[in-house]
């Protein structure tokens, strides 16, 4: 049987000695895999439209173990973030983090708007680079969110109450927010941070935004780098320190 979809190419491997694994996104089906018979020997035409990072149409034909691409047609490419390093390289993370978070494909239209979405902004040029980390930033959450890993940034986990400014606040790691109350009473040793009230205002705001807003807000250096070594550690949590942290 054949079948076509869309998708972003998210990462490839080589399998044995001619063939190549490729795991894509597409809104259909979520995350994927197919294999391209012989694209090293020949260097056929698929490869170039399979390069991570580019959106495409693929066919495939429907295979006992794995399905095999027979045919692609490259949409974009994203030039801009393919010749800007620091865009490349948080661009890459995102992609990275599709492919280990573990998710089911009941929400893949909406991660995958999510994905193009951001790549559409990144692609842009004239972004500042505090910008292009709260864009990054944005996407992870809402990646985060939508895969089913979301957190309660409203109410503390324990005594369920709305988290106050005035009070100090905790993030416990794959739980939620605690209030300080609750956790002095706390028995249980748990991995927990301090989080201050900016950054619980602004992780709000990246998960209820449209992802464009983020590219509105202004925000200092300091709060921008307190919020990527959170999102770090919880991604560590989450997925098992395997994403590349060259720009967290
Ligand atoms: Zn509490």
Redesign the pocket.
Known sequence: MNYQTEGVVLKSFSSGEYDRIYWFFSPQFGKINFVAKGVRKSLAKLAGGLEPLTQAEVFLVKGKKIDRVVGVTALDQFQEIQKNLEKNIRARSILELLFYLEMDSSEAEKIYFQLKQYLFELNKSMISLGKTDLLSLGAIWKIIFLSGWGIDFFH?L??G?KLQREKKNYFCFGRGV??V??LKKETENFFHLPIEKDVIKLLRFLVQQDLIFCKKLNLSDRLILTLKKLTKAYLDEIIGKKMLDLWF
Do not use: K, N, T
């Open positions: 503390c324990s005594c109450e605690i209030c109350d609750c």
